[in-house]
């Protein structure tokens, strides 16, 4: 039997082969969660201009005098309206919050320590608290970003504030990553589809279900595809998506059974093998190879076992696709074991855990009790793998390890 | 001037109002994101028949003498295939991964622990590592999930191991929490569009953008408006808004200023007030209002200022939209302030933060320096808001306090 490589190995292989599937222009609407592709500059200062932040009046510092000093009011300076000027240096204008700070003016009084008095037909404006510096309750022209200056980087996930940052900016499109054709094909006589009551000894397709929902993270909408162990069939389907897809997965087949016939197939197809077998539970059989031909396309051939599905798409080709999209690798994320385990096989073990971040801050790790990877169930109640390195069998509570995070 | 509200007076005030828009059926495939709205039980045993772990053989647990004892070769008992028995309890068969264990057998040995022999025309299967205990590499019926337990309970989010879930037990349709309808209305003068070159005095809108892409976090597609500072015309979409929509989102208009019609509108249209203004910093001249007539409608009314109104809808406006849709109320996650701050204004304080998940597991925050409630571009580079209480001013690093993430 050849040896299994590690999982650091498995996941370098797969580091080697990431490539870029090109950009796209998309509506700033249709660009949340997609990665940026070009940066993103400030078209004016940020604020544009000299921006009243409270609703008052605005008044010259060096014409304040004190307590109950009161000014003339010579008008009001709405938002949205052209910049006023203060008459004299010694009135004030009455400004709204949002609005252009008046020429000759560099303080605003809020309301609230203000009192308004008609005297003689005039409106006066007395305040009650004094202005303790210049530029009080105004947003300085320029004071959070120049103009010019880079406020987005290619790579960007396009979030809430990206979406309202390049809408100040006046970005109704953005260049964003082309997202990858996928195809999910399942293999596998035991299946049938979701509609259908299954013979005692068929099961209801759901993995290739929970890869298309995962892809969704993305905006990847996959294709579904399902065939029987026939190994004809399974041919000429395979040698289609190859020339079709940019990214093909597979589940099911890649074992050492009578009609594990993936690797085979794909090996006839031309497909170069990077590894197959990997020293982890679960997830052990997953296979994986690219064809540079036809635009080039790459192959994750997973086990058919649901938590190896999952745990195998979560672990290598969520982070895979991520950086094909452009976003930077992120540095891992620790838990800690809250419960000791003991797991003797010589493998990297994923643990399924529940996270919970403590009161203090902690990051823990629950382990959730299931019968190995077979428990598809249980991945209801965990919502991350804890990655368990070969080197150890027992694993004390207080550990920290790497983990892998899935749910919303 | 009125005593204004403490955020969790605020809190409690719209948490008083949560209300249940209701169920509708969706496709398996279109339930991503949504919140369940009935329990779904197991329809079969997890698993639901003695399912094979490995490629292999199966045999007889009692049959098994010792290392290098020959089974007879039966047969092949393949996935997807209708149940075999064992011929003679001596015999075995191979049996593939996801196949049913034959009858009579109850012990399935992997290829690698076995070599395949031919012998007076007949094939043999020798037992090079034997089997250590009955049920090995079987993953016996019903020992995740007994049939007719519960599996997922009502409120829970959908996600990818849901679906898989859910079709394994053939639910090819959901019901799930209706989603609202919900407009966002933009207010104020100064606004231009995204497309549009502002004047000096201008800005282009953001806030509504900004909303309608967080509200698609749970599907919602909202509807977005934008009128100027005319009460008028004000009054009349938010009267056609109240009778046609569930949830009103109102950004602007709701301060002190002489254009700041909003209150006095919604109180003319019959909108209940709860209160106007809560003692913090961004987001003071937060107001919130509910009507009863037309089917009800809740109306908060946002700050207009870009951070305030992103923090009114991350600390507010989500958790309670959250609890409509049936998800029950997350208990608070603390993070570790990183560095010490100070904050004098008596208020509840949201600091932007960029957390991060320390090699120990911890949960720290870095406050990112910023020019208060008017840095938009600072939402960029943090992650979530860290609330520090009122009734301190000096925050020391190392002390924990909730946050409240958002972003990717």
Redesign the interface.
Known sequence: ?KPMISVQQAEQLIAGTIRDFGTEKVS??DS??RVLRTSIE?D?D????H?V?M?GIAIRWDAQRSRDHSFLVEG?Q??????KSLGSPKNCL?V?????CPEGADVVIR??DVVFEEKDGQRWARITVPAKGMWQNI?QQG???AQGAT??ESG??I???????A??????YLSVSRLPKVAILST????VP??????????????S??????L?KWGIDAAIFHL??DKEGLTQKIHDLLKDMDVVLIT?GV??????FIPGILDELGVEKHFHRVAQRPGKPFWFGTREADGGCAVFALP???VST?LCYQRYVAPWLQQCLGIAPKSA????LAESITFNPNLSYYLQVKLV????????AYPVK???S???????VSNAFLELPPEKKTFEAGE?FDVYR???
């Open positions: 039997m700033l609407a949340l969660g400030a004016r940020f604020p544009p201009f921006r932040a609703d009001s709405l938002a949205g309206a052209p910049q009455e709204m919050t949002g609005s252009v309301y609230e947003h004071t959070d970003r406020l987005m960007c996930i979030g809430a504030p990206e979406i309202a940052v809408a100040t900016v006046g970005q109704s596998g006589d035991e299946l979701v509609d259908q009551q299954p013979a005692p000894y068929q099961i209801r397709m759901s993995n279900h929970m890869i298309a929902a995962s969704k029987t162990d099911g074992s050492k059974g009578k009609t594990d058919g076992n649901p999952f994320i620790q838990a800690i971040s403590d009161t203090a801050g902690q990051l823990m299931g019968k190995g077979g428990d598809l169930a249980n991945l209801l920290a899935f749910g919303f």
